[in-house]
């Protein structure tokens, strides 16, 4: 069955640095979206992009946050310079059309020092 | 605004019984999905099943199935014959109209061998 795959699934950074994590939807998804989950608290929306552009945004996606579809496989979000606050389990999702269901990463565990 | 509310912070059963999750939310919309994801101690979100809120038949995937109550906008999830790969949280999930994912505070549910 296909999957949605993330790298790396641990990163470990220093305040203040740019981080890049990355996403592989499913490839004929249309619609990718992140959500992060801080450690023993609910799961939160960060963004939704579809057709090369951001259609949703949460009021967690501030300026130090952005998406990008560099190539036609990878969905990436850089975190531009981290705080200790960053520090959470990041989910990359993808769905097929709108109201189908999100297909999950397994995620990536982020820390910041 | 919506809001999805989970009231058991943690349930566990003995294998082979069954167990009922609840979940209940707030919306003042008419047309919506709701979710149930299984994460379990390896931390992949995984869909467990879907319902459509049009939709007066409860949804049912294997040994899952939900009672969805739309005027008591309730969304129970009952696991029957649970087996120790069950063990994981369990997260209720609401899609907006905008269709991002609101999220319960998720219930911890251990099955005891």
């Known amino acids: 069955e296909p999957e949605v795959t993330q790298t790396p699934s641990h990163q470990v950074t220093q305040m203040g640095q740019e981080v890049i994590l990355r996403c592989v939807p499913i490839s004929n998804h249309l619609y990718f979206y992140w959500y992060r989950q801080i450690l023993g608290q609910k799961v939160e929306f960060l963004v939704s992009?579809?057709?090369?552009?951001?259609?949703?945004k949460s009021e967690i996606f501030d300026d130090q946050f952005s998406v990008e579809r560099p190539d036609g496989s990878n969905f990436t979000l850089k975190i531009r310079s981290t705080k200790l606050e960053d520090s959470a389990m990041y989910f990359c999702a993808s769905s097929e059309v709108l109201g189908q269901p999100q297909h999950f990463g397994d995620g990536t565990r982020l820390s910041i020092l | 605004a919506q809001t999805v509310t989970q009231s058991q912070p943690e349930m566990s059963v003995q294998e082979a019984e069954t167990v009922t999750l609840s979940c209940t939310y707030d919306t003042s919309e008419n047309n919506y999905y709701l979710f149930w994801y299984k994460q379990p101690p390896s931390r992949q979100m995984i869909l467990v099943i879907r319902q459509e809120a049009y939709k007066q038949q409860n949804a049912t995937e294997n040994r899952f199935s939900v009672n969805f109550q739309k005027a008591a906008k309730s969304f129970s999830l009952k696991i029957s014959d649970s087996q120790l790969g069950d063990t994981a949280m369990y997260f209720c999930a609401f899609m907006k109209i905008n269709y991002q994912l609101i999220w319960g505070a998720g219930t911890k549910l251990i099955i005891k061998p």
């Open positions: 992009f579809y057709n090369n552009e951001i259609s949703e």
